[in-house]
Nanobody, 129 residues
Framework: EVQLVESGGGLVQPGGSLRLSCVGS????????MTWIRQAPGKELEWVST????????YYADSVKGRFTISRDNAKNTLYLQLNSLKTEDTAMYYC??????????????????????WGQGTQVTVSA
């Protein structure tokens, strides 16, 4: 059974930090680019960041560039997203998703669910004073 399980979300004040994790199982993690996507209440899915299967290439939405850092540990089948200098507009459900390297990586909006093979259940990030 393929699973992507996110964790690390929570309530944080503006300017604070969080580290999200996504653990994959049931597939060869090394062969998949990994992407973080978020969705705020009442809004569309928003692409946040993508990392190539080997981790050499990373891509960020302009809205998070310089504040968020994506990384992965293929030995642990784990994807990370370090969120720094958080803003209220970062409040959203954050999802991780995978895409086989042969399909090329998803970089940028719009995001469609069918662009990815699997999705996690999400972890909530709330930024509020």
């Amino acid at each position: 059974e393929v699973q992507l399980v996110e964790s690390g979300g929570g309530l944080v004040q503006p300017g604070g930090s969080l580290r999200l994790s996504c653990v994959g199982s049931g597939f060869d993690f090394r062969l998949y680019s990994m992407t973080w996507i978020r969705q705020a209440p009442g809004k569309e899915l928003e692409w946040v960041s993508t990392i190539s299967n080997g981790g050499a290439n990373t891509y960020y939405a302009d809205s998070v560039k310089g504040r968020f850092t994506i990384s992965r540990d293929n030995a642990k089948n784990t994807l990370y997203l370090q969120l720094n200098s958080l803003k209220t507009e970062d409040t959203a459900m954050y999802y991780c998703a995978n895409r086989h390297l042969y399909r090329g990586a998803v970089i940028g909006d719009p995001v469609n669910r069918q662009d990815f093979r699997d999705w996690g259940q999400g972890t909530q990030v709330t930024v509020s004073a």
